[in-house]
Nanobody, 131 residues
Framework: QVQLVESGGAVVQPGGSLRLSCEVS????????IGWFRQVPGKKRAGVSC????????WYRDSGKGRFIISRDMSKNTIYLQMKSLPPEDPGRYYC????????????????????????WGQGTQVTVSS
């Protein structure tokens, strides 16, 4: 059974930093593309960042460039999203997802449109930005 479990969501002040984690079980991350998404009430889930299965390139939506870093630790089968300089408009529920053999087209779709498909999703972790 495949499971993705996010953690690390918290209340942070504007301008603060946070690292989200996503522990994956049931599949080996080496074969999967990984993605992070943000959703706020009433809006569609939007891709924030992506890393394809084929290489270590990283992809970001424009709003996250220079502020977010996606990474994965194969030894722990865990993916991360390091976030800094969080503005008040970045709160939401953050989700991780994986897709078998997902490549650059998936990452382009993830970070530049809302047209993407992933195989497995976590339940999300809440990030609140408040002073």
């Amino acid at each position: 059974q495949v499971q993705l479990v996010e953690s690390g969501g918290a209340v942070v002040q504007p301008g603060g930093s946070l690292r989200l984690s996503c522990e994956v079980s049931g599949v080996s991350l080496g074969e999967y593309a990984i993605g992070w998404f943000r959703q706020v009430p009433g809006k569609k889930r939007a891709g924030v960042s992506c890393m394809p299965s084929s290489d270590s390139s990283t992809w970001y939506r424009d709003s996250g460039k220079g502020r977010f870093i996606i990474s994965r630790d194969m030894s722990k089968n865990t993916i991360y999203l390091q976030m800094k300089s969080l503005p008040p408009e970045d709160p939401g529920r953050y989700y991780c997802a994986t897709k078998l053999s997902g490549g650059w087209p998936l990452c382009i779709a993830t970070t530049q449109s809302d047209e993407y498909e992933y195989d497995y999703w976590g339940q999300g972790t809440q990030v609140t930005v408040s002073s």
